[in-house]
């Protein structure tokens, strides 16, 4: 069973820098492609970055230079460091993995950034 477990998100002020975490299991994760994704309040799911095996990188235009990710092929995991946060990041992150045609999904992290 594929598991995505979300972790980091919170309470931040604009300004401030986070990092999400995700945890990957029952996946081969080496040879996903994983991702971050967010949903704003009324808002469309959206692209953040992603990554595939051997680490290059896509990144929403309206986010680069902002956003790093990152993926740990020995520990399973893909970080997502994000920094001067504003109150339009407020959102749900959600982590994503792509295998082949398959895709999963974390249950989600809200990161809540106050003005």
């Known amino acids: 069973q594929v598991q995505l477990v979300e972790s980091g998100g919170g309470l931040v002020q604009a300004g401030d820098s986070l990092v999400l975490s995700c945890a990957a299991s029952g996946i081969i994760f080496p040879g996903a492609v994983m991702g971050w994704y967010r949903r704003a309040p009324g808002k469309q799911r959206e692209l953040i970055a992603t990554i595939t095996t051997n680490g290059n990188t896509n990144y929403a235009d309206s986010l680069k230079g902002r956003i790093t990710i990152a993926r740990d092929n020995a520990k399973n995991t893909v970080d997502l460091q994000m920094n001067s946060l504003e109150p339009e990041d407020t959102a749900v992150y959600y982590c994503?993995?792509?295998?082949?045609?398959?895709?999963?999904w974390g249950q989600g992290t809200q990161v809540t950034v106050s003005s």
């Open positions: 994503s993995a792509r295998l082949g045609p398959t895709w999963y």
